[in-house]
Every structure is written in C-alpha cells, then in structure tokens.
C-alpha cells in the first residue's frame, strides 16, 4: 500500500480536511480525541487542547497534511482511516460505514479513499493510483454491509410496528421513565433505602430488562436501534448494594453522576417509540401503583424538608388552648334546605373558619380511618368523620361519603374511569350518587357556598379541590406484600408534638 505522499502544498485539500475534522470532532468528547490523535501517532507538541474539538483535529490535520515528513503522511492516513472503524462508533458497523463513505466523498477529490489494511487490521486513507483495486474491493464489502444492516432494519422496524409490540414499546418507555424517578428518589439519600423503594426498583429493573429482549432491542440483537451500550444501561441490580458496590470500585453515587446516561437510554427509547409510532395503550403489567407510590413519596418528603426547615428555627414560646366544648349549632341550606342532616339528639360541631374561606386553601389529611388533621388557611385542627358528619347512624361508623372522601385522597383527589374502570355500572351510580352527598356535607362543614369538585364535563372525573392526603400509606406491588418503614420519621414527628400544632 501507498500512503499519500507530502508535497509543497497540503496533501489534501483544506476544505476536505475541514469536513473531516468536524465529523471526527462529533465522535466523542475533548479527552478521548486527545487519546484517539495520540493512539495514532500524533505528537503532543501539535495538539491544541482545550480547544474547540473540531478545530483541535482541523489544526492537527493540517500540519500533517503540509508536512514532507513520509511519518507525519503515515500519520495523516491513519488518523482519517481509523476515525471510520466500528470501534470508535462503539461497535455500530452501520454508524462506521455511513462515515466511510462521507470521508470517500471528500477525499476523491485528492485521488483518495479509505480502505482496510488486513495486515494491520487498520483503516487508512489511500491513493487510488496505487492500490485501486484494493480500494474498490473495500468498497464493494463496505456497500455490501450497509446493504445487509439496512435490510436486517427494515425487517426490525416492521417487527416493532406490531400493535402488541407498540404496546410494548409504550410499556418500555413509561416503566423506565419510572425507574429514573426511583433512582432519583434514592439517591437523594443513598444511606436510607427502603424496602418500599427498593421494591419499586427491582420490579421495574426486571420489567426493562424483559420487555428489551422481547422486542429485540438488545445489542447482542444486532438489533440497528442498539446504536451504544446505554440499552444494557441499569445503574445498579439493588439498592440496598448499590453503595457498597460504588464504593469498591471508587465512584461517586449521586443522581448527577447517573443521570447522563440514564437520560441517553431513554433518548434511545423515545427515538423508537416515535420513529414506529407508540401506541396510546400500554401493555400489561399496570403500573399505576407504582406511579401513586412514588407521587405519595415526593409529597411526604416534601414534608419531611418542611418538618426539617422548622425545626432548625428558633423556638416560639407558645400556650397550649383545650377546646372543652363547641356550641350546638342549627345548620341549613345555602338555597333554603338543609344540606347536613343533624343526628338526632346529637349535635354538630362546625369550627369557626374563615368566611372568605376556598376549597383551594383546605388540605385533609387521614391519619387512620377515622381522623384526620384539617388545614384550613391559617387554621388547624384534629378532627374525626362523626365531628364532621359522616356517621352512619345505625353501625355508628364511617358513612359511605368518608369512605368515598379517603378514597379519593388515596387517588390523589381525582376518579376516573381510567383508575376505576372494573367498576359495574351500578356501582358507578353509587358513587355519582356519595360524591353528590359528600360535596354536600363538604359545604356544610366548611360552609362554602360552591361545589368543592372540579367540572365533571372539563375533567372527565370527580376531581375534588381540596388537598387530601393519605398518611402512612404505600401501593402494593406486584406479588408482593404491603410493608411500611417511616425512614422520614414523620410518625415520630406527630406523636411528639400535640395534634394542634401539627403542621404540614
């Protein structure tokens, strides 16, 4: 083989060189291009860098383009040649290949191409006066491979456009996406898994992992969309291990650290879902409990920041008030008719809220079945389901109102038909029917003239206004048994102090 020889002027012309080094410049970041000029013999002396990264290779280029050392020649051709090989495209043959020919398209022009060396196993730039016929031979297998990758793509891309598999598709992309969060969550506090947490981890490592290989998307596949190594990309196998491990090998565990290539891999997974066009319907299995788990998560430890803020503050003397006894008070109707029927023989305690009072103010969290804490504006208070009239008289329980008001706090203040669709249409009618008697005994409690729920026409669901929350609660998991570890010790924080002056 014959390496381009030096002459007065560049080897190549500036122009290509400057194409050429502005793709080499998109292979990788600033440190491994320093690695890669060097690997192929190029002196320290003549790289510029920090620099830009495609002018760093643009200036390296062109001092061995114009020089008449036959070394810096042999240099030259083995920078360009070798900026093709599948290994400096991660190992994507088709990637390498699509280059190849670009860098032909430019060094034509000078009588060169790229072609292999077999003896070397190298890829060098070459004139074709001299090895043409090695040349076109390179060539031939080059647009044979890219032939052969096209075809195995057009096969792959009809494999995913499958209903099921773009159901499948829908699946991968919502279940890592959840995954991020669990990881993000984490690693907030990398000392502290839960069981919970980790649960949530697991369940969903497992489900990318299957869901990846049904649809071929795994690099040993060969599937075209296996473009890197960021589809095998899963950080860790558990949380519980995940320190250790980090630490033996010398890492940083942080969401800073992860969160880049964890990002790429769901860039992959996006690029599929809208090149075959994702269904709207996701494949089993259901994954809203985890979604309600981790929505429950970020709330609680958002009060744990809160509870956290205060007790860094300097102590406020404050005067415990007993409240002994509430009058009895006659509660009737905005529009003429009563709206909270009274027991009888038993009176209803209605607080003193505000009069200017809105449902976007008032927040309602369960402790248990039976009470709650009431935030009210600047009010709060403790308060139980028989206080706020919803006793059903006859069991001397709950009514069927509370029961429907702890549901929706535990679906995030919102029924649909989306999260209750295995209801029958009687029990459909049962609820249209509590939601009309909760808003009810909402207003008259409250004493708040409008509906406490949004729309239903606007929102297609029972959306309520008021904040509700759920205390000490966590989804079920697939198999798995419900467990629950207060690691932010919230409990702890409210039996400490009186319910009066617990704030959220």
Not at 117 to 127: F, I, P, S
Request: proline share 4%.
């Amino acid at each position: 083989m014959t390496i381009a020889t030096s002459q007065n002027k560049p080897a190549i012309r500036l122009k290509a060189l400057e194409l050429i080094a502005q793709k080499i410049g998109d292979l990788d970041n600033g440190g491994n291009l320093v690695s890669f000029l060097k690997k192929c013999g190029v002196d320290d002396g003549i790289i510029v860098y920090p620099n830009t990264k495609w002018r760093m290779v643009f200036d390296v280029l062109v001092y061995l383009a114009s020089s008449k050392k036959h070394e810096d020649q042999e240099t030259l051709s083995r920078v360009i040649g070798e900026a093709t090989h599948p290994l400096m495209h991660k190992g994507d043959e088709l990637a390498a290949s699509i280059l190849r020919k670009q860098f032909d398209a430019y060094l034509k022009y000078d009588n060169m191409g790229i072609a292999y060396d077999e003896n070397t196993g190298t890829y060098l730039a070459l004139r074709l006066a001299d090895d043409e016929e090695d040349f076109y031979q390179a060539q031939m297998e080059s647009d044979d491979l890219v032939r052969r990758l096209e075809e195995q793509s057009e096969k792959q891309l009809e494999f995913l456009s499958k209903s099921e598999n773009k159901e499948k598709i829908s699946l991968l992309q919502k279940a890592y996406q959840l995954l991020m969060n669990v990881v993000f969550f984490f690693c907030d506090d990398p000392t502290r898994p839960t069981a919970e947490l980790n649960q949530s981890f697991q369940y969903l490592n497992k489900l990318v992992n299957i869901t990846v290989n049904e649809l071929r998307l795994s690099i040993a596949n060969k599937s075209p969309f296996s473009r890197n190594e960021h589809f095998f990309y899963l950080p860790f196998s558990s949380l519980f291990s995940a320190e250790k491990i980090y630490k033996e090998q010398g890492k940083e565990l942080s969401w800073q650290r992860i969160r880049p290539e964890m990002n790429a891999m769901y860039g992959n997974i996006e690029e599929i879902y809208q090149e075959v066009g994702g269904s709207d319907v996701l494949a089993k299995p259901d994954l809203s409990e985890i979604e309600l788990f981790l929505s429950m998560l970020k709330k609680k430890r958002k009060v744990a920041r809160k509870i956290q803020t205060y007790s860094k503050r300097p102590a406020i003397p404050t005067t415990r008030i007993e409240i002994t006894k509430l009058p009895e008070l006659q509660i009737k109707g905005f529009e003429e008719k009563v709206i909270l029927q009274k027991p009888k023989n038993k009176s209803v305690q209605i607080p003193n809220f505000p009069k200017d009072l809105r449902w976007e103010q008032i927040s309602i969290r369960f402790l248990n079945e039976h009470e709650v804490i009431i935030k009210a504006a600047d009010k709060q208070l403790q308060s139980t389901y028989e206080l706020m009239g919803f006793q059903d008289e006859k069991r001397k329980l709950p009514n069927k109102q509370w029961v429907l008001l702890r549901s929706l706090a535990m679906k995030n203040g919102e029924l649909s038909w989306e999260n209750n669709n295995n209801m029958s249409l009687q029990e459909t009618n049962s609820v249209k029917k509590q939601k009309q008697l909760l808003a009810t005994g909402l207003k008259a409690y409250f004493q708040i003239s409008n509906d406490p729920f949004e729309d239903y026409k606007k929102e297609k669901a029972y959306k309520i206004k008021l904040s509700l929350f759920i205390e000490n609660s966590t989804p079920v998991f697939p198999n798995q048994e419900d467990t629950y570890v207060d690691d932010l010790g919230i409990e702890a924080f409210r039996k400490e102090h009186s319910p009066e002056v617990y704030d959220e």
